[in-house]
């Protein structure tokens, strides 16, 4: 499960930036695929971001707009010491 979580909330937020920016240069007399490259890991970042912060600091539903309710959970593997 820890990796279908990451994989859905690595996705979402990568659509979504993906989104944004395709709508944002619509209106701009930039280079297209200039516009795309530099709005798009700053879309996905903030919003990532964002909804990252709400869902530790208001409430934990903001997660579903990440792609899933909660973050993965990695356990921690037990360090053995040599003797």
């Not at 859905?8 to 795309?36: F, H, N, S, Y």
Request: charged content about 15%; glycine content about 8%; overall charge positive.
């Amino acid at each position: 499960m820890n990796l279908y979580a990451s994989l859905i909330r690595t996705g979402v937020p990568a659509a979504v930036g993906w989104l944004v920016a395709t709508a944002l240069k619509v209106g701009l007399d930039l280079p297209a695929d200039a516009v795309t490259g530099v709005l798009t890991p700053a879309v996905i970042f903030a919003y990532y971001g964002l909804f990252r912060l709400a869902e530790e600091h208001v409430s934990p539903r903001f997660g579903w707009l990440l792609g899933y309710a909660r973050p993965p959970k990695y356990d921690t593997p037990e360090v053995t010491r040599a003797a």
